[in-house]
């Protein structure tokens, strides 16, 4: 092959990555650009540190759930199911070791460290990993539950054109919490809401009321949150699952239905609770006090996450020295002699 067919054979090999400037799934873009350091050179990286490129996010795959009571940070690895194209994957992530994920949006998964309560998002395919700060200034100063932080969840939102939001959420305390990435510190969004269900659309968050029909945007914060209402005669998840129990509320009532099918899986991909815990929501829903083994296992993990103190500073005593005049000098003197 002389060298001007060579160049030609060149450019018709490249021709493909010159065009892949839009990837339609990272997976397949981080396989392409592994072929050849040629192919490399003719196409942007795929670790995008912000994590603001929504074409290189990990859309269309959903987290699944084994059903075993194995919270995935404790396997550090994920089990990722792609949506449109019905491919499975499991992935490897060393990254969640001494982390619990509390939230999966847009395929990035939002971990909390359990010994410093730090944020982080994860990439779960380029690894790529944003850094907020620590929740135990703000959990001190505005929650100050520590039962709270274990039904801790959270969403990624779009902050800016550069950067990403993360915003958390205390079912228990009905505190909504907010930060920005590269920002110091959180700040509270809502107090007072009981949340039902939380879903982020398009970079904002909305969810509805657990006393009420609303349908609210959490973030960003709107002097005017309230957008629709619930119709009334539309039903909830929850009732679909109630039927599915392997329990009465009180014992188990028959055994576990494999394998799942993909309406599960989807199911408990929405009710991030029991997704956490490593349980299908179809299935559980509650967990009864008779079963007793299960429930040891998992206040056995849960005590692992715990909020650290703040060390508070003791006032210093200070010893006040006042001047004295000659008047009291000579005073001093005779009182010594």
Same mark, same amino acid.
């Given at each position: ?28 873009? %981080? ?6 350091? +040629? ?10 540190? =912000?994590?603001?490129? #929504? ?5 269309? $795959? ?22 449109? !194209? ?10 969640? !070791? ?11 998964? %939002? ?50 054109? =550069?950067? %990403?939001?993360?915003?958390? $959420? ?7 919490? +907010?930060? *920005?990435?590269?920002?110091? =510190? $959180? ?27 609303? @349908? ?28 599915? /129990? @392997? ?5 188990? @009532?028959?055994? #576990? ?18 997704? =956490?815990? +490593? ?13 007793? *083994? ?8 849960? #005590?692992?996450?715990? %909020? ?26 005779? /009182?010594?002699?």
């Amino acid at each position: 092959m002389d060298g001007d067919s060579g160049k030609e054979a060149q450019r018709s090999l490249l021709a493909p990555a010159l065009r892949l400037q839009a990837p339609a799934d990272p997976r397949d873009y %981080i396989v392409f650009r592994a072929v050849c350091s +040629g192919w490399r050179a003719c196409t942007r990286d795929e670790r995008d540190p =912000t994590l603001r490129k #929504s074409d290189l996010l990990p859309r269309g $795959w959903v987290a699944l759930c084994d059903g075993d009571a194995v919270r995935p940070d404790d396997a550090c690895e994920i089990t990722l199911f792609h949506t449109r !194209r019905a491919r499975r994957l499991r992935v490897h992530l060393p990254e969640l !070791r001494n982390h619990r994920i509390i939230g999966f949006t847009q395929g990035l998964l %939002i971990l909390v460290n359990k010994r410093t309560i730090a944020i982080q998002v994860l990439h779960p395919f380029t690894r790529v990993v944003v850094d907020l700060p620590s929740l135990v200034p703000v959990f001190h100063d505005a929650v100050n539950n520590q039962i709270s932080v274990l039904g801790m969840h959270a969403a990624v939102c779009s902050a800016s054109a =550069t950067s %990403i939001a993360v915003v958390v $959420w205390l079912p228990s305390t009905a505190v909504v919490l +907010g930060a *920005e990435a590269g920002r110091p =510190t $959180w700040e509270v969004l809502h107090r007072g809401l009981f949340l039902r269900s939380i879903f982020p659309f398009e970079g904002r968050l909305y969810a509805t009321m657990g006393c009420s029909r609303e @349908i609210m945007q959490l973030y960003p914060r709107s002097p005017h949150p309230v957008l629709a209402r619930v119709p009334d005669d539309f039903g909830f998840s929850e009732r679909l699952a109630v039927s599915c /129990q @392997i329990h009465d509320e009180k014992d188990r @009532i028959r055994p #576990s239905v494999r394998p799942f099918t993909i309406v599960d899986h989807l199911l408990t991909y929405c009710h991030p609770h029991e997704w =956490t815990k +490593g349980l299908m929501f179809h299935e559980y829903h509650s967990i009864p006090e008779s079963f007793e *083994e299960l429930a040891k296992y998992i206040k056995a993990k849960n #005590s692992g996450l715990h %909020i650290p103190r703040i060390a508070r500073k003791k006032p210093r005593h200070r010893t006040t020295h006042y001047p004295m005049n000659n008047e009291g000098i000579n005073n001093a003197k005779t /009182q010594n002699a």
